[in-house]
């Protein structure tokens, strides 16, 4: 690589890096915590267990959904959600005062599908891993700071493009993983920014990358609104909005199952939220097995009439969300994985550390070496700068 | 070397998903290498 070259690639990893790295700090650290969520969530003894009852449940999903409606009166469902896998047996609900409210004001419950009781409703406040979730994905500040830390993520990308590119010739006649110790300090702290840098790359990079993609589901959802699903729903355009009592939630689940044959119910979204029309229930089924339960494909049903409206694949980019989110979370590979993740994090926080020590070190030392050079230099020299500045 | 890393990262990173169980190991194991040299190469930072 020429010498030039190398200049333009250093430049770009220094700005880049510099632009993204408070923030990329602050992801790596409130990021941590999130990988342990569920884990986290047992030791806080947050975690229920569904009633070991065996058998079918003798309540139907509507009943249950009663039940944890009568629990917080005078609010209206926004999601159900599944979670066959890791907790059979429950149901949990979304409640909020109206569909439209904005997710800070959900209410969370877990029901217990075999007796339709209410296993836990966790008070709306803000507990710490709602914050570091929070902060992890929008700095507190919304969709405007979900797309600011996009923006960072897609720096932070190019950073690791430019490393990858000055890592050649740096490491050109040294060997792999070496670290000068013997050296100067700052020699010693380039060495473990390379070292961790490269053997973090493909990790840092699709989980960089899938976050960046993740920043991106609000407008993807509104593009899909827009289009596909405005599509799906044209004929009830001018149809006056959903009043009274909704149609059989049951009767909707079984409706959509008969359209998705051999695939499982993840959630439902009711009417007039994010996720569906203003007049269906919209069913996501999900496939059975690891790899097919990445592609979602919703059922609109009337949710006045019960009648099955339409089913579609998403659109490819709310796939590519979907597809995208285990790599981010690394919650798809148990323990191990997450621990694995986590190591893999704790390096990418030392890359950064040391890419900002190198930065100021660097400065320093050319201050320093600036300072040596004027001394050096002649005082002829220095006494015709003043001169000019005087006349100035 | 560098590259080596990066593909047993990434095919690390696929195999959890093809399925359970013997992809999970594989997948730890998989892992585990990039784990590994990293720790190995930069404990001499610490000493």
Known sequence: MKASAIRTWFNVHKWTSLV???????????????????EIDHMLGKEVEATAIQGESRYSK???????????????????????????????????DSSEAPIEADHYLTMDERTAKVLDAPANEMDFMLIMYYLHVEMLAGIPGKLFLGFMGFLFLIAIVSGVALYGPIMKRFDFGMIRTEKSARLKWLDLHNVLGIVTLAWAFVVGITGVINTLADP????????????MVASYKEKPPLEGKLSSLDAALD?????????DVSFVAYPGTLYSSKH????????????????????????????FTDMRDL???????????PFHFGDYGGL???????????????????????WFARRKAKAEQLARLLKNSESLTLSAVTENENQI | MPVFLAVIT??????????????????????????????????????
């Open chain 1, 315 to 325: 659109p490819w980019y709310l796939n590519t969300i979907f597809i995208s989110q």
């Open chain 1, 255 to 263: 409706k959509a199952r008969q359209a998705a044959p051999g695939m």
């Open chain 1, 280 to 307: 269906h229930y919209a069913v996501y089924m999900i496939g059975t097995t690891p790899l097919t339960s990445r592609i979602i494909k919703p059922a609109l049903i009337d949710a006045k009439t019960g009648e």
């Open chain 1, 220 to 231: 993807a959802l509104d593009a899909w609104r827009a289009g596909q699903l405005a599509e």
């Open chain 2, 10 to 47: 990434i095919a690390g990173l696929l195999l959890a998903i093809m399925g359970t169980g013997v992809w999970h190991y594989l997948s730890w194991i998989a892992l585990f290498v990039p784990v590994f040299v990293m720790t190995r190469h930069s404990i001499k930072f610490f000493r």
């Open chain 1, 20 to 38: 993204c790295t408070l923030f990329l700090l602050m992801l790596c650290v409130t990021g941590l915590p999130l990988i342990f969520y569920e």
């Open chain 1, 336 to 358: 191990p994985m997450k621990i694995i993740w986590a190591i893999f994090d704790i390096a990418t926080i030392i890359v950064l550390i040391s890419g900002l020590y190198l």
């Open chain 1, 62 to 96: 509507d009943q249950v959904l009663e039940a944890a409606m009568r629990h917080i009166p005078g609010k209206e469902a926004k999601y159900l959600f599944w979670d066959q896998k890791d907790h059979p047996g429950q149901m949990f609900v979304t409640l909020a």
